[in-house]
């Protein structure tokens, strides 16, 4: 039995439901969509006592006003857009309580620049191919295909839990200069090595051009050896392209499922997040690591979760 949830005073710039996105359906044309930042948005449903994959909300720079219907637990997780209730500022990875006819709402960005906010007891919108997630570009998933807009009101299942808190080695830092990890490839034959060796010896800045698609990069031009196009490719997440315009681009949630363009690298998984939380003008260098070292990386990571997991009763 659903029941109110919240309201939407104000939606903010891009504030959406997500989840872990659609898996499966790549063959057939559907992009995955889902969180940037997977690991805020899970660390935030652990808080709450949520299943580790349940659907949050992605608030994007500018976040929402709420009014809660409800008395809930909720817990903002990823980059410290100044969330307060009913004025007062509140902290970040933790659970707390919201009591009904609370406001919360967002001031200016501190770090980051998403914050996924998880409601005890999930959101409450139709699956759709497995999925609660809103794939932006493709107008489906979520609330009616589409962010947040004012006069929403939102359905969950809400109950009230015991407050958690993180250990702060488990809250990262957002940095305005990244060291990325990629694997090379897979499309070498398309780069000259001179070009391969300026890609991970150079700095790019994060475009303003950039969204939940994928992040331009401006900085040096990649020279292409026999030509800029490839035949069309499945793209995995953190995917590089590089375009005639010899300027990479990372390929992130609301990807398109092929492109026509050589990859000199991925992302690996583990680094997405902090990808993810990049804003326009920060400063990425490229540094490559083995597959070996990749999958080492994302299963640490699983570890943690699974481990957290278990000591807050929650489901992975």
Known sequence: MTALLFKVLKPGLQTSVQDLGRTGYQQFGMSPSGAMDTY??????????????EAVLEAVMIGPSL????????AICG???????????VSM??????????????GKVKSGGRAYISFAGG??????????STFLNGSLGGLNGRALEAGDIVHGKPYVCKNRFLHRSFIPEYKMKLTIRVILG??????TQSAIDLFLASEYKVSSKSNRMGYRLEGPKLEHKGGSDIISDAIPPGGIQVPASGEPIILLAERQTTGGYPRIGTVISV???????????????FKEVSIEEAQLLYLRRKKV???LSKIAGCKS
């Open 40 to 53: 805020s948005m899970q660390m935030a449903n652990l808080l709450t006592g949520n299943p580790l994959g």
């Open 67 to 74: 009014e809660v219907l409800t008395n809930v637990s909720i």
């Open 79 to 89: 980059g410290n857009l100044e969330p307060k209730v009913n004025g007062q500022e």
């Open 93 to 106: 990875w933790k659970s707390f309580i919201l009591k009904e006819g609370d406001i919360l709402s967002f």
């Open 123 to 132: 959101i409450d919108v139709p699956l759709l191919l497995g999925s609660k």
């Open 186 to 191: 897979p499309h070498y034959e398309k780069f």
């Open 271 to 285: 680094d997405l997040p902090a990808l993810a939380q990049a804003m326009p003008g920060t400063v990425i260098e």
């Open 305 to 307: 979760f699974k481990n």
